[in-house]
């Protein structure tokens, strides 16, 4: 009866120690994720995000991965709380998360939020036109005709003629807080 008995547990041990084995691990998801996002499939991209950041807490590039598909599955309420935690959590991309968390408070017309954030990614990554033009077309909209004078003129030639050539990159759809679809033409 013992050695039945000491069967059954080693048995049941080494049934669960495989299970442990084969359950999916956050990375796991958020390999699933990118690999929907990249095929468009963004609920599902969502859903594995969410799932790996369920998983592991720390998971950074799941919160990145979670606020750049959120908006696209039509979820951008956790868009400011996901881009802040990476920031928080980690030290690549920053720049990345800065604009799109710029971009985000700008939609919500916290236009002086929307500044300071791509200043931060202007000051980590300056090679990156974008966060230029975002701040310029931002400055636009905000009616702040002194600041953009000032912002215009501490511009060096190279940069304002970047500015002056849209890439594919600077051309984004953005939905305002009022649902509308708008096109920012960023680099006009």
């Known amino acids: 009866m013992k050695t039945l008995s000491t069967s ?11 299970c442990l ?5 956050s990375d796991d998801f958020l390999r699933s994720g990118l690999s929907n996002e990249k095929n468009h499939k963004y609920k599902e991209a969502l859903a594995d995000f969410n799932k790996a950041i ?6 950074a590039r799941a919160y990145l991965g979670r606020a750049m598909v959120g908006c696209k599955a039509g979820a951008c309420e956790s868009l400011d709380a996901d881009l802040s935690k990476y920031i928080e959590m ?3 991309d920053l720049a990345i998360a800065y604009i799109g968390r710029g971009i985000s408070k700008r939609l919500q017309q916290d236009f002086r939020s929307s ?22 077309q931002f400055l636009k ?8 004078r000032e912002f215009r003129e ?3 030639e190279q940069t304002r003629m970047r500015m002056k050539t849209p890439t594919k990159e600077c051309i984004i759809d953005v939905e305002s807080t009022e649902g509308n ?3 920012h033409d960023i680099g006009k």
Not at 54 to 59: A, G, H, I, K, M
Not at 127 to 134: C, E, G, L
Not at 141 to 148: A, K, N, T
């Open 90 to 92: 980690t030290e690549h």
């Open 115 to 136: 500044f300071n954030d791509l200043d931060k990614a202007i000051c980590i990554y300056p090679a990156d036109i974008q966060s230029f033009v975002f701040k310029e």
């Open 181 to 183: 679809k708008q096109k």
């Open 8 to 18: 059954i547990l080693s048995l049941l041990i080494l049934s669960l120690i495989i």
């Open 141 to 148: 909209e905000s009616g702040d005709s002194v600041h953009l």
């Open 21 to 25: 084995g084969c359950a999916k691990k």
């Open 54 to 59: 369920e998983l592991d807490s720390s998971n």
């Open 154 to 156: 501490s511009l060096d």
